[in-house]
Structures are given as structure tokens and as C-alpha cells.
């Protein structure tokens, strides 16, 4: 799992009445003022972390709202993340159903009462043990910065999904939803630093003065604050919002919790445990649910194989009388144990006891 630095800035514009752009830091979502600045920083080593950046518009009361119901609907569905694992995580499907909830919440609970257009973009990083994934919507953009390199994680722009909806809460397009315009994974590595902004942000700041910014000799949240303070200057009429993700270090062990739930992920797909499962390794990722004998075995996975059902519940009763039998007499040892403990204990402070009632009236009868 990855150990995480976080840092998230947020400043309302001046021609703005509210900052409609929200950023999640930890359990909590940003900025607790409709108006002015908020900085805020965290640091993670949850095996599953959700960091997102929304960019809502349409004035107080219905901006703002968007971004936060797409805020809510993101941290519900990571918490069911468990039901797209199967047993790897089906991020598309997740994006899919992620992004119909959203543009569906915000039309029916803001697009119905609202005077104007109103919705949200917003940028999205999921980590998942090592393993990042990227979801954008709308004039969001998420960038990565890696070996003193800056990329872009925008996919090129694809004429094919103009007619779709361009952000949550899209009413232009009637029985569509919004089609991201950037989805993708890719493997963490140690001093990644992920950006996710604002359209106030990104537009102010040139892509090569970021990548000084960022890549200067100072603390990583200090070089994030510089970036802001950049693109503030070249233009402060917008909301702009920057949320920072540093990769600490990467830990190649798994929870025990998340252990238990890949075991149980492969048998619900597979019908069968690895043997590496047995002795505490991880499961092996098996991409093709039809494999033969060979492939099985060169995969370290064992397919299940017809057998009698009569004969296999008569093995299963057979060990389960003798798993509860070793249980009883391990019971029966460890009170055995037990009770001598006890009894070694309750002689010694008696003697303790005596000793000091004697000691007592020695010193009372030389008194």
C-alpha cells in the first residue's frame, strides 16, 4: 500500500460570490467558507485513499451543492469498492456507475429548481494497495509528475464524445451521461507526485513553470503553495483549487483484513484456493476463468475438479469431528495449565503474607 503526503489549496475568485471548486483531504471536504482561501494537508497509509477535486458553476446554492453531492456519491461508492473486485477492480465499471449516480443526484436534487445551468467537472484519484487510478469529468485536469517530469494524464481530445453531456448535471443532452475524458491506471512509484486542478488553476499557470515549481529543491508543500501563488497572480478572477498527492514510500504487504477479502474474492469467482493462499501468500491473478490443467498449474492455481458429493461430505464430516476433538483437548490442556498457574501463584503470595505477618510480630515483641 502507499503511503501518502497530501496537500490541497483552494481560493475564491474576486469576481466570484462563492467558491463553487471543493477538494477532499482525508475524511473531510474543503473549504469549510464559501469565500477565501483554505489550505489544508494530511498525510495517509490507508490501503484504499480517494482524492478529488470539484469545479462547480451556476452561482451559491447549486455550484457549490453539485460538487459536493458528486464528493458524497464518490466516498459512498469507494466504500462498496469491494462489489467491482472480481477479483481485480473493474475500475471502468465503476467509473460508469460512478458517473450515472452523480449526473443523476445532481440533476433530480439541483438541475430541476435551478434558474441557470448548473453542475460540476471534477477529477478523481483512487488508490487501491499500489495501484492508481484517474477519473476526469468536464474542465478538471489531472496531471503526474514523475523522474523531474511533468505529463499530462488527459486523453487527446475526441470529437466523438461531443455529443454527449461535458459535465455532471449536463441538461443539453437529454437521456445521456456524461462521457469521461479521461480513465486510466497505472503503478504507483515512489515520489509521485499527482495533481488534481481546477480550471482557475490550470489555465493561469504555464505547464513548463509548473514543472519548475514543483521540481524546486524546496518541501513538497511549500513548492505546491508557489504553484498556486503563481497562478493566482496571472489571474485571480476565478476559483482556483490545486490538491497535491506526494507518494511517500510503497509497502509491499497487505493488510490482514485485505488479505482476507482477495482469498474470498478468488473463491467466488475461481471455486478454488491457490495453494500459496494456505501459507499466507497472495493470491494469483488469473485474468481467463477457463483454463486447462496446464495453465492451472503453471499459474500455481487449482481448478476445482468433479468429485462425488456424497464422498466429499463424508471427507468434510470426517474432519470436522476430528478438527472439534483436537479443539477439545486443546481446551482441556490449556485449563490444565491454567489451573497449575494458579495454584503456584496462590501458594506464593501466601507466603509472602506469612512472611510479613512474622516480620510484624518479630518487630513488635523486640519493641
Not at 477565501?36 to 462547480?56: F, H, K
Not at 472480481?86 to 467509473?95: K, M, N, T, V
Not at 511533468?150 to 461535458?166: F, G, H, K, N, V
Amino acid at each position: 500500500m502507499a503511503r501518502t503526503m497530501v496537500i490541497g489549496l483552494t481560493e475564491s475568485g474576486t469576481r466570484s460570490k462563492v467558491n463553487e471548486d471543493s477538494f477532499s483531504c482525508g475524511d473531510r471536504v474543503y473549504p469549510d467558507m464559501i469565500t477565501g482561501s483554505e489550505e489544508q494537508t494530511r498525510g495517509s497509509s490507508d490501503y484504499t485513499q480517494i482524492y478529488m477535486v470539484t469545479q462547480g458553476f451556476g452561482g451559491s446554492g447549486a455550484g457549490d451543492l453539485a460538487g459536493r453531492i458528486v464528493q458524497r456519491v464518490s466516498k459512498d461508492y469507494v466504500a462498496k469498492l469491494d462489489d467491482y473486485k472480481h477479483p481485480e477492480l473493474d475500475f471502468a465499471q465503476f467509473s460508469r456507475e460512478l458517473i450515472k449516480e452523480t449526473h443523476y443526484r445532481v440533476l433530480s436534487q439541483i438541475g430541476s429548481r435551478a434558474e441557470q445551468e448548473a453542475g460540476a467537472s471534477f477529477a478523481m484519484l483512487l488508490i487501491d494497495a499500489n495501484t492508481a487510478y484517474i477519473l476526469n469529468v468536464g474542465d478538471t485536469q489531472i496531471h503526474l509528475f514523475r523522474d523531474n517530469e511533468l505529463y499530462t494524464l488527459m486523453d487527446p481530445e475526441d470529437a466523438s464524445i461531443e455529443r454527449y453531456p461535458t459535465y455532471i448535471g449536463d441538461r443539453r443532452v437529454p437521456f445521456e451521461e456524461p462521457k469521461p475524458n479521461t480513465m486510466k491506471r497505472f503503478e504507483l512509484a515512489t515520489g509521485d507526485i499527482v495533481l488534481l486542478t481546477s480550471e482557475g488553476f490550470h489555465t493561469n499557470v504555464h505547464y513548463g513553470e509548473l514543472a519548475e515549481d514543483i521540481k524546486a529543491p524546496d518541501a513538497f508543500a511549500a513548492n505546491i503553495r508557489l504553484a498556486q501563488i503563481h497562478s493566482r497572480q496571472a489571474d485571480n478572477t476565478e476559483n482556483g483549487t490545486i490538491l497535491a498527492i506526494k507518494v511517500r514510500d510503497l509497502v509491499l504487504e497487505e493488510p490482514d483484513d485485505s488479505a482476507q477479502k482477495n482469498v474470498e474474492r478468488f473463491q467466488k469467482y475461481y471455486g478454488a484456493v491457490p495453494p500459496e493462499e494456505v501459507n499466507g501468500a497472495k493470491p494469483v491473478p488469473v485474468r481467463n476463468h477457463v483454463m486447462n490443467n496446464s495453465q492451472a498449474s503453471a499459474q500455481g492455481v487449482m481448478p476445482p475438479q468433479p468429485s462425488n458429493n456424497r464422498q466429499r461430505r463424508t471427507n468434510s464430516n470426517g474432519s470436522r469431528k476430528e478438527g472439534e476433538k483436537s479443539m477439545v483437548e486443546q481446551a482441556k490442556n490449556v485449563k490444565k495449565r491454567s489451573n497449575w498457574k494458579t495454584f503456584g501463584w496462590s501458594l506464593l503470595i501466601g507466603f509472602l503474607i506469612g512472611m510479613a505477618v512474622l516480620l510484624a510480630v518479630w518487630f513488635i515483641v523486640l519493641r
